[in-house]
């Protein structure tokens, strides 16, 4: 499936494979044509920006049809939506063969809004989403859109930052959040920000603080932050573009006013944290036309059942390594969660050289497009990872710092566990069916089926003992 999204600062394409729950992009390509440039002075759609548009459509069009993809959505948002000769614009996309639908203001909020749902299963606050021509809220709780609105408020609308501008943004945004009641709604509860400007910021911030994982989806920003960033921003006109390559060169110009709606938002919300979302109104159009059933499963282990099918040497049996190893644990619902990830995973970096599958799984781990996972989940599935295939220290200490040293110790003997069925089966099913994994008192058990005694060789001794070790247990081998 493919969705084409005309907005007002960019035009996208994405091309999304995979399981529907947790579908992975395989193409994603933008250009900030800026449909919305001067919307706000002279109510309609430049002829430079819509050249750029439509230079960039054509060139989508060709793709989709070379990529033979079977369904397709065009999406066209504010600057189209609001500019007097959009109705011509839309002529000529549909002359390139497209079928655009120009979705409204509160349709957008509301698709923003699931689109977080679908990253962030569990999310409760509003939802900001930040384009060229508007900003779109939404309040989510209960995995529902309770109500969404939209404002004239996009980074290329708002004009230049200067203090008579900022007081007037102020002014106008806290009578719309009055108005609307989300004001009240949205005190002491998260702030999700959607929307590229945002990321950039969000980016910004993470060169800033020098955050050890580059990642900004699921970024946690206090509060605080859009004061701070001020003096950033307003260094990046004396910075080489080119020595901060998390930062698009295209972007920066935004980034003033995307601050200022930001801090603006922050006053008059005064929100719990902010929190960055990759997940926007494409996601959340996906996410709209599942299944009833679809949308309760769960994004993180889909995406990683996903993977391991993919990657891994004989069929993928995470489910089942998970049901073996976990007899021995008693973990909490959340770590039960990231275990079954881990599990998932436990057999994508064999193809990888022996010396580097344990970083390799701590790559998988850390960076992989993952979403319904936080910054310490991501570090401990990245934990068992490296425990299970075979690392010793931990590759990056900073990164390790974002978890609790108790909760790496807990996904190392989940690695240690998962390390010693993967060897005990030789990465097949039929071994762990036919066995177990107990734990009575302070004995760690192996049992095998009468006349497979066999398969108990002396890595699997090792591996056993190594796992009872980090339980503080002693270990036991039966057959029956």
């Not at 005309?6 to 800026?34: D, H, M, T």
């Not at 679809?294 to 993919?310: C, H, M, S, T, V």
Request: glycine fraction near 10%; include cysteine.
């Amino acid at each position: 499936m493919a969705i084409v999204d005309i907005g007002s600062n960019s035009i996208r394409l994405v091309v999304y494979s995979g399981a529907p729950r947790a579908p992975s992009i395989i193409f994603n390509e933008k250009v900030l044509a800026g449909l919305g440039q001067g919307l706000g002075e002279t109510g309609m759609l430049g002829e430079a920006p819509q050249a750029r548009a439509l230079a960039a459509l054509r060139r989508f069009r060709l793709l989709v049809d070379q990529m033979e993809v079977r369904e397709l959505r065009v999406l066209a948002t504010a600057a189209v939506r609001d500019a007097s000769n959009g109705d011509a614009f839309l002529d000529s996309v549909r002359d390139i063969g497209f079928e655009p639908r120009v979705i409204s203001g509160e349709k957008e909020g509301r698709l923003a809004g699931e689109g977080v749902l679908s990253g962030f299963p569990e999310a409760d606050g509003l939802v900001g989403d930040l384009g060229g021509g508007s900003l779109e809220l939404a309040d989510v709780s209960g995995g529902a859109i309770h109500s969404s609105i939209s404002l004239p408020f996009g980074v290329l609308r708002i004009g230049k930052p200067d203090a008579a501008a900022e007081k007037k943004l102020r002014r106008r945004l806290a009578a719309a959040l009055k108005e609307s009641g989300l004001d009240a709604r949205g005190r002491g509860r998260p702030f999700y920000m959607v929307g590229g400007s945002w990321r950039a910021l969000a980016r910004l911030d993470i060169i800033s603080r020098d955050y050890p994982l580059p990642i900004t989806h699921h970024y946690r920003m206090p509060p605080g932050r859009p004061a701070e960033l001020r003096k950033l921003i307003a260094s990046l006109s004396r910075s080489d573009p080119k020595s901060m390559p998390m930062l698009t060169a295209s972007r920066i110009p935004t980034l003033p006013n995307a601050k200022l709606i930001l801090s603006a938002l922050v006053d008059a919300l005064e929100p719990s944290e902010l929190i960055v979302s990759s997940f926007g109104i494409r996601e959340g159009l996906l996410y709209h036309e599942l299944p009833p059933g679809e949308r309760l499963k769960d994004p993180l282990i889909e995406a990683a059942r996903d993977a391991g099918r993919g990657l891994s040497r004989f069929g993928e049996h995470g489910d089942l390594l998970d049901r073996w190893i976990s007899p021995i644990f008693n973990d909490s619902p959340r770590n039960s969660r990231l275990r079954l990830a881990a599990c998932l995973l436990a057999d994508v970096a064999w193809q990888a050289h022996p010396d580097f599958r344990a970083e390799r799984g701590v790559e998988m781990a850390l960076h992989g497009n993952w979403v319904g996972i936080d910054v310490c989940g991501r570090v401990m599935v990245a934990q068992a990872l490296f425990s299970n295939f075979g690392g010793r220290d931990f590759p990056d200490q900073r990164v390790a710092a974002l978890c609790s040293r108790e909760e790496l110790e807990c996904a190392s003997r989940w690695g240690l566990a998962m390390r010693l069925g993967q060897r005990l089966s030789g990465g097949l099913a039929v071994s762990l069916e036919r066995s177990r994994l107990e734990r009575e008192g302070d004995v760690i058990r192996l049992v095998l089926s009468e006349g497979e005694e066999a398969l108990y060789g002396e890595t699997v001794d090792r591996r056993l003992k190594k796992l009872a070790s980090a339980l503080r247990c002693r270990a036991e081998f039966r057959v029956e």
